[in-house]
């Protein structure tokens, strides 16, 4: 007769639980200073959290590592979420995570503002969205000496050439909680505006940045306003740089793909990969030999791909592991990390080199070559490049569809 199973008792389960890592868990361990960052908002994660438990095949698992990644309730410290990016979409994601909460806020601050323009509704609900945000961060940031638990948080991408909006708006969401860092693009006025809030001790995420001069330009920024900090004796207790490199968009929305095909140059999938991953190592070296520089890389777009034999890879995690750089994890990505991808393993493969003969193909693009060259564009040409016009349009679409809601609820309570 065959042995009845025995089925763990609830202790034996938890002790699986906890003894059983989720792919970001393994990353992290391969370089724990490297950092996770949760790009979203933090007030979107609980229902984030519910509808992805609803789909998992195991979902106390699932559960487990969710709140291993970030909780409420955990002690700060342990929670393997380090920060949060925003944008202008993910902000109003806020709202569409929960409409009837923000419908309620929005009508009653237009109702105590009288006749408010349009602009100062958006205004108003937007720093709502981040000061809510920020203080969820707060216990974090405090816990950690302020050296995590930062929020980014946008200026608005049409100010992305007026370097005076961009400084004016980022003291004015700094102000609303310590912990709130200012996502500025990188335009040629954008540096500007990035070395104005350094010097003033604001910290500062530098994004829509995709190539190696724009990189170099942070640096150059915050090297300087770090300077006139300290000439100034502010307070840089709180303060604190990262360099977003835009993965997949340089890839995906530039003429990567145009150039190579004018001049018969096959490329692929892994092509693209490769290059994405060629600008994120000179980029990390770069910040490592910089004598004033004081920041962390921080890649964002990324995507499981590419397909090899039938299986999905994730090598902007795989190639990268190792590195002591921030990665910042939207949740259709970490969806499909848990669901698609949980075997996934790692190992330091971030000091191996791109392999010669793709650095060769590649080098024969000049969208690629000019990326990878540290004076390959002039600060004029930053607001010109063509994946930073055309992430810059979706951010402006993004505020618009927020500036659209705001109006709704002007125009509801007007009749």
Request: with cysteine; aromatic share 8%.
């Amino acid at each position: 007769m065959r042995a009845p199973v025995r089925r763990p008792d609830g202790q034996a389960r938890q002790t699986a639980l906890m003894h059983t890592k989720s792919v970001l868990e393994k990353l992290w361990e391969v370089e724990p200073r490297a950092e996770l960052w949760w790009d979203s908002s933090p007030l979107v994660y609980a229902n984030f959290r519910r509808r992805l438990i609803d789909r998992a095949p195991d979902k106390a698992l699932m559960s487990a590592w969710l709140d291993r990644l970030y909780s409420d309730h955990s002690p700060p410290e342990q929670n393997l979420f380090r920060g949060v990016t925003t944008n202008p979409r993910l902000s109003f994601n806020v709202i569409k995570d929960n409409p009837g909460r923000w419908t309620a806020w929005i009508d009653a601050w237009i109702r105590g503002a009288g006749r408010p323009e349009t602009e100062a509704v958006f205004w108003e609900t937007y720093k709502e969205i981040i000061r809510r945000g920020a203080l969820a961060l707060l216990p974090i940031f405090e816990a950690s000496g302020r050296k995590h638990g930062f929020h980014s948080a946008q200026a608005d991408p049409r100010c992305r050439q007026d370097p005076e909006k961009m400084v004016a708006q980022g003291v004015e969401l700094h102000r609303l909680c310590p912990n709130v860092m200012i996502k500025i693009p990188g335009t040629l006025e954008g540096y500007d505006a990035i070395r104005r809030l350094t010097a003033l001790g604001i910290p500062t995420n530098n994004t829509i940045s995709l190539v190696m001069p724009q990189f170099v330009a942070c640096m150059s920024a915050v090297a300087a306003g770090l300077k006139e900090a300290r000439a100034a004796g502010v307070d840089l207790s709180g303060w604190r740089s990262v360099i977003t490199a835009m993965s997949s968009r340089f890839g995906t929305l530039g003429e990567l793909h145009q150039q190579a095909a004018e001049r018969g140059i096959e490329i692929g999938e892994t092509d693209v990969r490769w290059a994405e991953i060629a600008l994120i190592k000179k980029a990390c070296a770069l910040v490592r030999g910089h004598a004033e520089y004081r920041g962390k890389m921080l890649v964002s777009s990324m995507r499981v791909s590419p397909i090899l034999g039938g299986e999905a890879r994730v090598w902007h995690l795989e190639k990268l592991a190792g590195a002591d750089i921030v990665f910042t994890i939207p949740p259709s990505f970490l969806e499909a990390l848990l669901l698609k991808t949980p075997d996934l393993e790692f190992t330091r493969q971030f000091e191996e080199p791109v392999p010669g003969r793709i650095m060769d193909k590649l080098l024969k693009i000049p969208y690629f070559e000019r990326g990878l060259r540290e004076d390959g564009y002039s600060p004029a040409e930053f607001n010109t490049h063509p994946a930073l016009v055309s992430t810059a349009r979706d951010f402006c679409a993004a505020t618009q569809g927020m500036l659209d809601f705001v109006a709704a609820r002007l125009a509801a309570l007007s009749r």
